[in-house]
């Protein structure tokens, strides 16, 4: 249903070019907007007009239409005046009205059919039918992009992201819970995955910038057809919760550049605590301090090379050395050799996982 507000700036608009007063009720005949405010004088004849089987009428001096949404009756149009001008100016504004409840329906309903398939509430067939009454292009180059940003900060993200995406009329935008916004973009024939990660950065920028927020954004595969949105969207959503966990620093996380993360975010917890006892020879997790962690992914960026990690972290070689030591004699790992270090590199990771479940489970 359209707005009080919209119905408002409506009939401002055609009042002030018409100079007539015009009013628009409930089927309870109360005034929802008018032009002046001699809206009440009208009541009473508004809600006689609501049970008659007329759909027009012309009553003391003003012409009455109904307005209906889908069949069901929803406003009483009232423009006052009697001649041939003004039962034009009517039925005009009458069809007006009647164009911005369809607009509406329909945009609602293409969201609640969105929102469905995204869930995957869905039957083929349902999807089928409801694509051909809503205009939607069953097949068509499709991605979902998922943005996790802090709506209460700011409550005019959806609007901002709206009116980046919604110019075509072919992507849309909802949320299906109250921490990510949602968005099914129609793709070009000649949009790739470069495309697509310039877009997402692009959005992150744009959040950073204009509303000050710290936004991350990750997406799916292409995809091809309407049915699939559900597919890009969970991978869009695994690349999220992925990211979270062990890609902190990236703001665009791609479903098809998971790595590793991948596999270890689908292992039960009793292979993660298997796969640690055995690395490190106890049940418990062990803990590193931070000087520690950052030394170790220093060093894994510079490929395993002493020199070049010491200068990064502005500390002598010889330092370096010695936190590598230490952490072999509490690991038994030696990260200077490649299999040692490709193991640890994977603990942590599972060690970061096994938080991320500890977390959620509370």
Same mark, same amino acid.
Request: aromatic share 8%; net charge negative; glycine share 4%.
């Given at each position: ?5 919209l119905?408002?700036?409506t009939?401002?608009?055609i009042g002030g070019?018409?100079?007539?007063s015009?009013y ?6 109360n ?12 009541a009473?004849m508004?809600?006689?007009f ?9 009553i003391?001096g003003?012409y ?7 069949g069901?009756?929803?406003f009483?149009?009232?423009?006052s005046?009697?001649?041939a001008?003004?039962n ?7 069809f007006t009205?009647?164009?911005?409840l369809?607009?509406y ?5 293409k969201?609640d059919?969105i ?5 995957d509430n869905?039957?083929?067939v ?5 694509s ?16 996790e ?9 959806m ?5 980046i995406? @919604?110019g075509t ?5 909802t949320?299906?819970?109250e ?27 744009m ?5 000050m927020v710290?936004?991350?954004?990750s997406?799916g595969?292409i ?5 699939e949105? @559900? ?20 703001t ?10 991948r ?12 796969f640690?006892?055995?690395i ?7 803990e590193?301090?931070?000087?520690t962690?950052?030394t170790i992914?220093?060093?894994f960026?510079?490929?395993l ?6 200068r ?6 010889n330092t ?7 952490l072999?004699a509490m690991?038994?790992?030696d990260i200077n ?6 193991t640890?590199e ?11 479940l500890? @977390?959620?489970s509370?």
């Amino acid at each position: 249903m359209i707005t009080n507000q919209l119905l408002q700036h409506t009939l401002d608009g055609i009042g002030g070019i018409t100079g007539k007063s015009l009013y628009v009720f409930d089927t309870q005949a109360n005034v929802l907007a008018q032009t002046d405010s001699e809206g009440s004088s009208y009541a009473d004849m508004a809600k006689s007009f609501t049970s008659s089987e007329e759909d027009t009428a012309e009553i003391s001096g003003a012409y009455f239409t109904k307005i209906h949404d889908d069949g069901e009756l929803c406003f009483i149009l009232v423009v006052s005046g009697d001649s041939a001008k003004d039962n034009q100016l009517s039925g005009l504004t009458a069809f007006t009205l009647s164009g911005l409840l369809d607009a509406y329906r329909q945009k609602y309903d293409k969201e609640d059919f969105i929102k469905n398939l995204l869930l995957d509430n869905l039957l083929l067939v349902d999807i089928m039918n409801r694509s051909q009454k809503l205009h939607i292009t069953m097949r068509a180059r499709r991605v979902v992009f998922l943005v996790e940003a802090d709506r209460e900060k700011d409550s005019h993200i959806m609007e901002i992201i709206r009116s980046i995406f @919604s110019g075509t009329g072919r992507d849309f935008i909802t949320a299906v819970d109250e921490k990510d916004i949602i968005i099914v973009k129609e793709l070009g024939a000649d949009e790739d995955q470069e495309d697509i990660e310039q877009t997402a950065e692009a959005l992150v920028d744009m959040l950073n910038t204009e509303v000050m927020v710290n936004a991350r954004v990750s997406y799916g595969t292409i995809i091809n057809e309407i049915k699939e949105v @559900s597919k890009s969207y969970k991978e869009a959503k695994m690349a999220l919760d992925v990211g979270n966990i062990f890609y902190r620093h990236r703001t665009v996380i791609a479903y098809s550049n998971l790595g590793i993360g991948r596999l270890i975010y689908q292992l039960p917890l009793p292979l993660c605590k298997m796969f640690i006892s055995e690395i490190f020879g106890t049940d418990e997790v062990p803990e590193f301090d931070e000087e520690t962690l950052t030394t170790i992914r220093k060093f894994f960026e510079n490929n395993l090379n002493v020199s070049k990690t010491s200068r990064e972290l502005y500390i002598h070689r010889n330092t370096l050395v010695y936190r590598l030591e230490k952490l072999n004699a509490m690991t038994n790992l030696d990260i200077n050799v490649f299999d040692d270090a490709i193991t640890f590199e994977i603990a942590l990771m599972v060690i970061e996982y096994m938080k991320y479940l500890d @977390s959620i489970s509370y």
